[in-house]
């Protein structure tokens, strides 16, 4: 990627020094909350055998290892987990439950584990291929009083539920569903996005259970739900997408159950997964990092998925980022034997973060004691591979994690003139932070510039001549971090490809009509966005979409984020993590239609003008880009900047898989305005 900019990479992991993660506590298990559904005894579809013992073992888990009170959590076995039983619970249990605070940090679980189903959508409702996916209830098809068909619980509806959860209660809502196919509802459950990919089922090793269905959904089922309550949400909100999705396979594959050691039937997902819940460190372990440490041995067909904008975050304490990184073992290990400092270990990390070979880790046990420190010897895009920096073994319990302690590359040259009056702040270096900034004698040599002007600070980008002006922080001591976070707005803004493009892919935005969930582009109005631009005036009932087309010949993988070029902010509004399937050639993603809630563009109160670029990036191979966001503000106070800034001449050049970029300006006008 390049272009006439000088690019500045910026690594968001954590300080060269292990931040104290809080230790556990009490409060972060009681103020969790689960609705756990089992089910077996199907009436008019094949009942299942493992289900309910599923159910039991993940309420076990809650109660004797969390120590969730037992009035925090709803188990529904077989007949209780009705489709009216289980909407109400979703309804009393989570959305109007007076035990969960409003807008606090409560962890709510849905556990599922029973039959799925997948149908065509009606034609009045928006869904990806045209298909819905669906959890069974127990009643599914059987006559409620009235003599009508009882139907599953279509995806659209769950997600509308979870989404009014977040907005009331909390963003910290973990979905576990051990069925076939599940990680189709991905989208649905985690991202509220149209991206599915397949359906959902459960399978017996010996007997496929597979739930095929000529149902037809009636378009005002459960209209109640949302009726009255608003379809669009406001864009700067969009980008808070709640859910995390364990899922017990991906799309097309089939969740299995068997007979486990002492007679009883389970789901080799829930059997594998409950035991290393039980073992991991939960306040700083990942969904993701969880799960990929489970083996499905024998099981070729079965891969568990972790999906969701959250699932970066511990279990708990999700209010904040772990420390760290992971280690993995490069080689399989019997459950009695430890890996030391001599063994390779892999982190999700690379070249992408500036990691370079020759990069030191510091090694910390679970507990925060210090092992070792390790080496980066082979570096790529998105990981890393360490060796032990000495010959000295040390045993590395498993759980333990990594942080970079010297990133073996120079600083960003700054120049300042002569009486420049915060030259002390920018360039001293806290005890124990890397030094990110070096000072330049000449412009020539400098990658930024940074001079005062008046009460503003000027920091200017020598290679494209671009200034960013901004007011100096209350607290001079903050300038560093202030210049590091415009610097990373800036250089992510400017990213552009012109060289390996991917030629096709394009960003397209929709002015909608209809309700949710059927919100679909109005065709009077055609693709908003004309040369790079899209101008819209201020409406808080117009709602709008996007769709990302893939017109390449090849598939892809796009990240969409939103910058904000008053307060320097970075806002992911979609990422394959969500969903990271491909994006197949002539295929489209949808945001903000169907059962993905409309966007809505206003400007702030008391302004009549507000701006800000949409970024499109894709990529022929999946690389977690998470690390782009920065969702806080550079001038807040509570804004510490990432680990280690590296200049590059070329931005993202160091990339090996091909990727592009577009950059769409938009602009919102008060009405009247124009």
């Avoid at 619970?89 to 679980?109: C, E, R, S, Y």
């Avoid at 076939?180 to 017996?204: E, I, K």
């Avoid at 010996?206 to 378009?219: E, G, M, N, Q, W």
């Avoid at 510039?449 to 200017?460: K, L, Q």
Wanted: proline content about 7%; charged content about 25%.
């Amino acid at each position: 990627m390049s272009d006439s900019t000088n690019g500045v990479e910026i690594n968001s992991l954590h300080e060269a020094t292990l931040e104290k993660l809080p230790p556990p506590s009490n409060n972060s298990r009681t103020n969790m909350f689960a609705a756990v559904i089992g089910i077996n005894e199907y009436t008019e579809i094949l009942p299942l055998d493992g289900a309910v013992n599923d159910a039991r073992a993940v309420k076990k888990f809650l109660v004797d290892d969390l120590h969730v009170p037992l009035h925090h959590i709803v188990l529904l076995e077989d007949g209780a987990a009705t489709r009216a039983k289980i909407l109400s619970t979703l309804q009393t249990h989570f959305l109007d439950n007076p035990d969960i605070p409003d807008n606090g940090k409560a962890t709510m679980v849905l556990y599922f584990a029973g039959h799925g189903s997948r149908i065509d959508a009606p034609e009045a409702i928006l869904a990806p291929e045209g298909r819905i996916e669906m959890l069974c209830p127990v009643d599914y098809k059987t006559k409620d009083a009235a003599g009508e068909e009882i139907q599953a619980i279509p995806d659209y509806v769950l997600s509308r539920f979870l989404g009014e959860i977040v907005e009331k209660k909390s963003r910290n809502i973990i979905v576990i569903l051990d069925c076939c196919h599940s990680g189709a509802f991905c989208t649905a459950l985690c991202a509220l996005l149209d991206f599915t990919t397949g359906g959902m089922d459960r399978d017996v090793d010996k007997t496929a259970r597979s739930v095929r269905s000529d149902s037809y959904i009636p378009v005002d089922l459960d209209r109640r739900i949302w009726q009255d309550k608003g379809g669009a949400v406001p864009y700067r909100e969009k980008s808070l997408s709640p859910c995390v999705l364990l899922a017990a396979c991906g799309a097309d594959e089939k969740a299995r159950e068997f007979t486990r050691p002492d007679g009883t039937v389970g789901g080799r997902f829930t059997s594998e997964l409950v035991p290393l819940l039980q073992q991991a460190p939960l306040e700083c372990i990942t969904p993701m990092e969880l799960i990929s440490q489970a083996e499905f041995k024998d099981l070729p067909s079965q891969n568990p998925r972790c999906t969701g904008s959250r699932s970066n975050w511990p279990f708990l304490n999700g209010d904040r980022r772990p420390t760290g990184m992971l280690l993995t073992p490069q080689k399989r290990l019997s459950p009695t034997e430890s890996p030391n400092s001599s063994q390779k270990f892999r982190v999700e990390v690379g070249s992408l973060f500036g990691v370079l070979p020759g990069t030191e880790f510091k090694a910390y046990t679970p507990n925060e004691e210090y092992l070792c420190t390790l080496v980066a010897q082979r570096v790529r895009d998105d990981h890393s591979i360490l060796v032990g920096k000495d010959m000295n073994p040390v045993d590395i319990p498993r759980w333990s994690r990594a942080v970079v302690s010297d990133w073996k590359s120079p600083s960003l040259r700054i120049h300042i003139p002569d009486d420049f009056a915060h030259a002390a702040d920018l360039f001293t270096v806290p005890a124990g932070r890397p030094q990110k900034f070096v000072e330049a004698s000449t412009m020539e040599d400098a990658d930024i510039m940074v001079r005062s002007e008046g009460d503003e600070i000027v920091i200017g980008f020598v290679k494209s001549e671009r200034e960013s002006r901004i007011a100096l922080p209350e607290n001079p001591t903050h300038l560093p971090e202030v210049v590091e976070g415009v610097v990373r707005f800036n250089y992510f803004m400017d990213c552009a490809n012109q060289i390996d493009r991917i030629e096709g892919v394009g960003l397209e935005m929709h002015q909608l009509k209809g309700e949710y969930p059927g919100c679909k582009p109005d065709p009077q109005n055609g693709n908003l966005i004309k040369e790079g631009k899209v101008q819209l005036v201020s409406n808080r009932d117009a709602k709008y979409g996007f769709t990302i087309r893939n017109g390449s010949s090849d598939k892809v993988f796009p990240y969409l984020f939103y910058l904000d070029p008053e307060m320097y902010t970075i806002e992911q509004l979609f990422s394959p993590a969500w969903a990271p399937v491909p994006l197949r050639s002539g295929k489209t993603v949808t945001l903000g239609m169907g059962s993905d809630r409309a966007f809505q563009f206003e400007v702030p109160p008391g302004k009549l003008l507000s701006s800000g670029y949409l970024k499109l990036l894709v990529t022929n191979e999946y690389i977690d880009l998470d690390w782009m966001r920065q969702d806080l503000s550079p001038f807040d106070p509570q804004f510490q900047g990432s680990g280690r800034v590296r200049p590059l001449q070329e931005p993202l050049d160091t990339l090996s898989t091909s990727w592009d970029a577009a950059t769409v300006e938009l602009t919102i006008i008060a009405a009247g305005e124009l």
